[in-house]
């Protein structure tokens, strides 16, 4: 007796752990997060690709390293940034003085000018959470277009340094090409102190 319940239990583990993988799954596929961090403060002039940061734009980036530059780096697998040097730096240091042993990886297409819906079409399928460092408009125009608001980046106000988290709350469909989002948080540089 004592034997068919222990199988009985066992039997029922088993299954709760194909529920457990296939909620991970799900979680996995739908609940990807998505960090998204603007650069921080860059030094006027040209040419534009080689644009160092500031000593304030240093300082922005450790503040934020202290506090809520952390949380993503929990949960992604990189560090993807623009191959301009602004972002490159922003990257470097955010990894530096977290101490996290994040590999960066160069992601084209996240350059101010380029199109935000190619980014949003790579995003919708991937199914890591990811972290990508940035620049406006682009930023601010994927974050429009993915949580389906209207004004573009006009209506998403992305400041230097500003980290926000988005959630994939459902994947593409032909009427949502680039699955659902849900804005998680938004932290702005002066909120990181």
């Known amino acids: 007796m004592a034997a068919k319940r222990t199988r009985d239990w066992l039997t029922d583990r088993a299954r709760e752990q194909d529920r457990f993988a296939l909620i ?29 940061l500031t000593a304030h734009g240093q300082r922005q980036v450790a503040l934020l390293a202290k506090g809520a530059g952390r949380v993503p780096l929990a949960e992604v697998d990189a560090i993807e940034h ?7 730096r ?7 003085a977290t101490g996290s ?9 996240l ?12 995003l919708a399928k ?19 277009l993915l949580l389906g608001l209207t004004g ?11 980290l926000l988290a988005l959630e994939r709350t459902a994947k593409s469909t032909r009427l949502r090409p680039y699955g659902s989002w849900s804005l998680l948080w938004m932290i702005p540089p002066d909120l990181a102190k």
């Open 24 to 52: 991970l799954l799900l979680v996995q596929l739908i609940g990807m997060r998505l960090y998204l961090l603007r650069h921080a403060e860059a030094d006027p002039g040209t040419p534009d690709a080689s644009r160092d």
């Open 111 to 122: 350059e101010p000018e380029h199109d935000p819906r190619k980014t949003a079409e790579l």
């Open 82 to 88: 623009s191959p301009l040097v602004r972002a490159v």
């Open 152 to 162: 573009g980046a006009a209506a998403i106000r992305f400041r230097k340094s500003g």
């Open 90 to 96: 922003t990257a470097q240091l955010l990894r530096l």
């Open 101 to 109: 042993p994040l590999p960066l990886k160069v992601l084209g297409g």
């Open 126 to 144: 991937s199914r890591r959470s990811r972290l990508l460092v940035g620049h406006n408009p682009h930023l601010a125009e994927l974050t429009a």
